[in-house]
C-alpha cells in the first residue's frame, strides 16, 4: 500500500484567493525587495498579503517602515492582526522579537509558526497573498506546499549562472511537490547609463534566458539596476510607492500585470 502524498491534502485560507511564493533558491539575489515591490504593485488594483516566511532572516518590516509596530490579537477570534502599509497586509516574525535577536528553532517550531502565520492572522479577503520564502529548499518552503494550495511561484534570479545555479534546485524542489512555476524575474538585470541611456551589464550575462526557454519557463521580466531601490527600502518606502512613475518601479508594475493575466 502506498503512503499517503502529504502534498495533496492542502486547506485554502479562508478568504485568500490566490497564494502566491517568491523564490531564488539562494541570498543575496534581491528576492525580498522583489517580493515586496511585486506586492506593492499588485495592491495598486488588487487587494494584498504579504507574509515574510523568512523566519531567520525577516527584512519585510524593515523594508516597508513597519519596526516599531506590533500586531494585535482580535479577541472575538484569537487572530492575530496583519500590520497594513500602503494598504498591504503584512506579517512576520520581525514584528514578533526585536530585530536584534536571532531566531534559535529546528524544524517542529519552523513548521508551527507557518501554521500560525497561515491560519492564525486574519488575512480577511484578499486577491493575491505575496508570501516572501527564505532561500534554500527546505523546511519552509515544504511545508508551504504541504499546507496550502500554492497557485504558483515567482522564481527571482540576477543575471549571472551563480545565480541561476540554485535557481535550477527551487525549480526542481517545486516540480516535485507540484507548484505551478508562473515564471522567472531577472532581478538587476541590467544597469542604465545615466549619461548616454545605454543598457550596462553590471553581472555576466548567463543562461537564465535559454534555460528558461527551455523549461518552458516565462520571462515576467528584468528589472534595471538602481541605486534608488535599496535606498527606498532602506527606508521603508518601496520604489513603486517611492517612484511609481519611474523605470524601476514600471518594470514592477509589468510584472504585476503579467501575474494577473495568469491568476485573475
Not at 502599509?85 to 506579517?91: C, N, S, T
Not at 541561476?164 to 526542481?172: E, M, S, T, W, Y
Request: glycine fraction near 10%; charge should be neutral; charged fraction near 20%.
Amino acid at each position: 500500500m502506498a503512503a499517503p502524498n502529504p502534498f495533496e491534502k492542502q486547506t485554502a485560507i479562508p478568504g485568500v484567493k490566490h497564494i502566491i511564493a517568491v523564490s531564488s533558491g539562494k541570498g543575496g539575489v534581491g528576492k525580498s525587495t522583489v517580493a515586496t515591490n511585486l506586492a506593492m504593485a499588485l495592491g495598486r488594483k488588487s487587494k494584498v498579503g504579504l507574509l515574510d516566511a523568512d523566519i531567520y532572516g525577516p527584512s519585510i518590516p524593515r523594508m516597508l517602515g513597519s519596526l516599531s509596530q506590533k500586531p494585535n490579537i482580535n479577541p472575538d477570534t484569537n487572530q492575530l492582526e496583519p500590520i497594513t502599509r500602503y494598504g498591504i497586509k503584512l506579517m512576520s516574525i520581525g514584528f514578533l522579537i526585536e530585530e536584534g535577536n536571532a531566531v534559535v528553532w529546528r524544524g517542529p517550531m519552523l513548521f508551527k509558526a507557518m501554521d500560525q502565520f497561515l491560519r492564525d492572522v486574519n488575512w480577511g479577503e484578499i486577491d493575491y497573498l505575496v508570501v516572501d520564502l527564505p532561500p534554500g529548499t527546505g523546511d519552509i518552503q515544504l511545508t508551504l506546499a504541504q499546507k496550502v494550495p500554492v497557485a504558483g511561484t515567482v522564481l527571482v534570479s540576477t543575471p549571472q549562472n551563480v545565480a541561476l545555479i540554485d535557481v535550477k534546485k527551487a525549480v526542481d524542489m517545486f516540480q516535485r511537490v507540484n507548484v505551478p512555476l508562473l515564471g522567472m524575474v531577472e532581478n538587476m538585470a541590467y544597469m542604465v547609463n545615466p549619461v548616454n541611456g545605454e543598457k550596462m551589464q553590471l553581472f555576466p550575462k548567463g543562461e537564465i534566458d535559454s534555460y528558461a526557454a527551455q523549461k518552458g519557463i516565462a520571462k515576467l521580466g528584468e528589472i534595471p539596476f538602481n541605486p534608488s531601490v535599496g535606498l527606498a527600502c532602506e527606508a521603508g518606502i518601496p520604489i513603486v510607492e517611492a517612484n511609481p512613475n519611474g523605470a524601476e518601479a514600471q518594470a514592477f508594475m509589468k510584472v504585476a500585470d503579467r501575474i494577473r493575466e495568469i491568476l485573475p
